[in-house]
């Protein structure tokens, strides 16, 4: 298994310019998840999916966009670049398919980072 | 407010020392509590806490959860500088399946 799988691992974008970033995971994990973390800082949630064609926002979700028409992606968008957007972005997957705690574990994608300039 | 908050921000240690991080949380819903460790990459999860006193162990590390205190921590003995890096806490919850993470511990171990 590949796990979870992140493209670009690195982006520089002008203001206003929008770009998506992509997730793809094959260990057909309803749960999929997108966290932004800043220098210094700990991870915020952005969007989170709990599978196929469901998605609700996470603690940080302005500015973004996501959609699930797959198991395996989840892609992230950004429409017009800012420069609060500079950060790097991890996705990450996690199996959860009843109340379990036990499935907790998330497993995260190396990661993209940006630059808004 | 859902909160998690990591003591201390930053540590510094030299080999073979033992070191204590912690975790504290404020939020409704617990269901988990999960400790990772950050390298230069993504986060590698380490353990998975659910129950009171019960301590996980994996080699020199040791966790364990106080739910009534509403805190855990994560023990390292006999630190490698292998182990620098940054430990990060994540609570997730009973409700919408979020989880919320603390801003991490940077260690740093020298020679």
């Known amino acids: 298994n590949a796990g979870v799988t992140q493209t670009p691992k690195f982006r520089i974008l002008k203001i206003g310019q929008s770009m998506t970033l992509q997730c793809t995971q094959d260990?057909?994990?309803?749960?999929m998840y997108w966290y932004r973390q800043d220098p210094g800082m700990g991870l915020k949630l952005i969007y989170y999916s709990v599978g196929a064609g469901i998605t609700d926002k996470g603690e940080v979700p302005n500015g973004y966009n996501v959609s699930r028409s797959t198991t395996e992606d989840f892609p992230l968008r950004l429409e017009l670049a800012a420069p609060s957007q500079t950060s790097v972005y991890f996705c990450?997957?996690?199996?959860?398919?009843?109340?379990?705690?036990?499935?907790?574990?998330?497993?995260f994608g190396p990661g993209t980072r940006l630059t808004v300039l | 407010e859902d909160k998690v908050v990591q003591s201390p921000l930053s540590l510094v240690v030299h080999e073979g020392d033992t070191v204590t991080l912690n975790c504290s949380y404020e939020?409704?819903?617990?269901?988990?509590l999960l400790w990772y460790k950050q390298e230069k990459k993504a986060p590698t999860f380490l353990f998975m806490l659910t129950s009171s006193g019960i301590e996980k162990k994996s080699g020199r590390l040791s966790s364990i959860l106080d739910k009534k205190e509403l805190f855990s921590i994560l023990n390292i003995t006999a630190t490698q500088t292998g182990d620098s890096a940054i430990y990060l806490c994540a609570v997730g919850l009973n409700t919408g399946n979020q989880f919320y993470f603390g801003t991490g511990t940077s260690l740093t171990v020298i020679p």
């Open positions: 260990m057909n994990h309803n749960y």
């Open positions: 939020v409704t819903n617990f269901r988990s």
């Open positions: 990450a997957s996690s199996y959860y398919p009843i109340r379990a705690a036990s499935t907790d574990t998330q497993y």
